[in-house]
């Protein structure tokens, strides 16, 4: 079956910080990829995606690139804010699947000032 | 659009006793999805709706039902609520294409004592 492996937090950063979070996947078709954010109190949201290998996905300064031969799709920020703080979510949808989303269990964040 | 709608936000239960949690979208998406979110766990699917009048079970379905009202609503019920299904759960909705995006409601934090 499908599965999602992030690396467990909490990661503690100071503000302006290099953030990096590992996500690696096993699917049984030919996955698209996403990283959801949950900011404290509410639901998930949409933070970038990518459909296909070699794709990489951008949004608010974050990042994450489609690596089908490592079948992995890392995170990363060059510069973290405070307003970054939230857990972040490596998730998978496989139309063989059924495009059900495969999520891991989440990375929980923490920017200093 | 208000988006994805879950009522209550809160509710406690003692075992034993029942109820259903609220999900409405106005997004007119044909599919919906009812998660629970346990601490280290990420996200895990409990039922969904690929389109109106169908519902199939998904990863952890046991101990809940579930009803697709409408196209734009989709309940989940607990007949006789167990301690181990206190969760936050949420619901989400998408518009029913491959491997798309999912958007979710702020959740319900429900306490079985």
């Known amino acids: 079956g499908n599965s999602v492996t992030q690396m467990e937090g909490p990661v503690t950063l100071s503000e302006e910080a290099f953030l990096t979070i590992n996500c690696t996947y096993t699917a049984t078709g030919y996955p698209s990829l996403f990283w959801y954010v949950q900011y404290p109190g509410e639901g998930l949201q949409l933070l970038l995606k990518a459909t296909k290998a070699d794709d990489k996905g951008s949004n608010k300064g974050f990042e994450a690139t489609y690596r089908k031969e490592t079948t992995s799709f890392h995170l990363e920020k060059g510069s973290v804010q405070v307003s970054d703080s939230a857990v972040y979510f490596c998730a998978l949808s496989d139309q063989a699947a059924g495009n059900k989303l495969t999520f891991g269990g989440g990375t929980r964040v923490l920017v200093k000032p | 659009n208000a988006g994805v709608t879950q009522t209550p936000k809160f509710q406690v239960l003692k075992t034993g006793q029942s109820m259903t949690l609220q999900c409405a979208q106005d997004m007119n998406h044909n599919s919906m999805y009812w998660y629970r979110q346990d601490p280290g766990m990420g996200l895990r699917l409990i039922y969904y709706?690929?389109?109106?009048?169908?519902?199939d079970k998904g990863e952890v379905p046991n101990g809940y039902n579930v009803s697709r009202l409408n196209k734009r609503e989709f309940s989940l019920r607990l007949e006789s609520a167990a301690p181990s299904q206190t969760s936050v759960y949420f619901c989400a909705s998408s518009p029913g294409h491959s491997q798309e995006t999912q958007y979710f409601g702020p959740g319900t934090r429900l306490l079985v004592l």
């Open positions: 709706s690929a389109s109106e009048g169908t519902t």
